[in-house]
């Protein structure tokens, strides 16, 4: 195992927390407001997908996530690009702001899944990162196939997905913590 990649990791586990609670936070805020118009979430949706790029570009530069950095800057910029787009075009219908997230979704789970299979023998519990993946795959596909099912259920979905995101990513990193604890930096 690489301990010095583990205890980059662990010393930067707090941007990875960070990424994980705004996740949550935006999936409690979209579940507790589920007649949202769809102006409004498409500016929650482009404001997440911003700062969720900018976290992640952030990690690639300081090394804070379990991906390699080039992995997690192609993330990074993915979601920015995302948030952009959705932010210069408000006005995009339903059907197309679905398939554009999810679509978003599936390239981001698909990079995740390579990071975390790309560490394997680097890493430990890098299961909660394939986790991670499949759970963007799989709700990337669900919204691309079923985009007619009405707003609130988008929301639903959306709401979903952050939070179970937002939980594995905070788990992570409570993990990362706690091996920064009791692994300390040789001196």
Do not use: C
């Not at 407001?33 to 790029?53: E, F, K, S």
């Amino acid at each position: 195992m690489n301990t010095s990649l583990l205890h980059l990791l662990s010393r930067n586990w707090g941007w990875l927390f960070l990424r994980g609670i705004l996740s949550l936070i935006f999936g409690v805020l979209a579940f507790t407001w589920p007649l949202l118009t769809l102006n409004v979430l498409v500016l929650l949706y482009g404001a997440y997908a911003l700062v969720d790029g900018v976290f992640a570009l952030v990690g690639a530069i300081t090394g804070g996530s379990t991906q390699p950095r080039w992995w997690l800057a192609l993330i990074g910029m993915v979601s920015l690009a995302a948030g952009v787009a959705v932010l210069l075009w408000p006005g995009l219908t339903a059907l197309a702001l679905l398939v554009f997230i999810g679509a978003t979704a599936v390239v981001r789970g698909l990079f995740e899944i390579t990071g975390a299979l790309a560490l394997r023998k680097e890493i430990t519990n890098e299961w909660l990162l394939i986790l991670s993946g499949l759970a963007s795959i799989a709700f990337g596909i669900l919204v691309i196939l079923f985009p007619g099912g009405g707003a609130i259920a988008m929301v639903w979905m959306i709401a979903a997905y952050s939070v179970v995101l937002g939980i594995i990513f905070s788990v992570f990193a409570l993990r990362l913590r706690k091996h920064g604890h009791s692994h300390p930096l040789p001196a």
